[in-house]
């Protein structure tokens, strides 16, 4: 079997059949595709290539259009110091949300089925407070919810780095305390 470096999720074998070799190309095992060690990008000392924006980073990207979007709408309907106020904290929880995983895929590249997953709750989530951003306090709870499901996928995807990438342990510790905190916080106001 090889590995080609254009196909990482395929291995080339050759099959017998009867009317002689034949190659085929057939998945690699479940789960080594499930949960691959997150890759650190940037290594010091060490030529870096810089990576294209993928389609799922674009789509992160829009969903806070929309939030923007929303928030502008709230706050032309609530143009009091309140209203202010509110769009404000709904303004800083989601660029929190955007800079918390910005920091990771900055920092790590993982293309596993776990990651990819947990990455998609996330953006889920993210998106789902954009929605509940136009009902102002009125969905604090379902805001925060949402909010701790997303602290909770980035709490993942650290232990995730924590038990596969050793030079990043000290780092990873750190986030996982940290979001941990901020999810049981966010746990509280809901």
């Known amino acids: 079997m090889k590995q080609t470096a254009s196909h990482r999720t395929l291995e080339e074998m050759h099959i017998e059949d009867a009317n002689g070799a ?13 949960w ?8 010091w000392g060490v030529e870096q290539d810089s990576e294209k924006i993928d389609w799922f980073e674009l789509f992160y990207d829009l969903i806070y259009v929309a939030m923007a979007i929303n928030l502008s709408a709230f706050l032309a309907k609530h143009n009091d110091i ?5 769009s404000f904290l709904f303004f800083a ?10 920091m990771f895929v900055t920092r790590f590249h993982s293309l596993d089925i776990f990651s ?11 998106l789902v407070m954009s929605i509940y951003v136009l009902r102002g306090l009125d969905a604090r709870y379902e805001f925060s919810l949402a909010a701790m499901v997303y ?19 000290g780092f990873a ?15 509280g106001i809901g």
Do not use: D
Request: net charge positive; with cysteine.
């Open 22 to 34: 034949t190659s085929r190309w057939v998945p690699k095992p479940l789960l080594e595709r499930f």
């Open 36 to 43: 691959k060690a997150p890759v650190l990008r940037q290594v």
């Open 82 to 86: 309140e209203g202010i106020l509110v």
């Open 93 to 102: 929880m989601l660029f929190f949300a955007w800079s918390t995983l910005t």
């Open 116 to 126: 990819t997953i947990v990455q998609h709750v996330y953006s889920s989530a993210v």
């Open 151 to 169: 602290r909770i996928c980035l709490l993942l995807l650290y232990c995730q780095v924590y038990a596969m990438v050793p030079r990043a342990q």
């Open 173 to 187: 510790i750190h986030a996982i305390f940290g979001n941990m905190l901020a999810a049981v916080v966010y746990l």
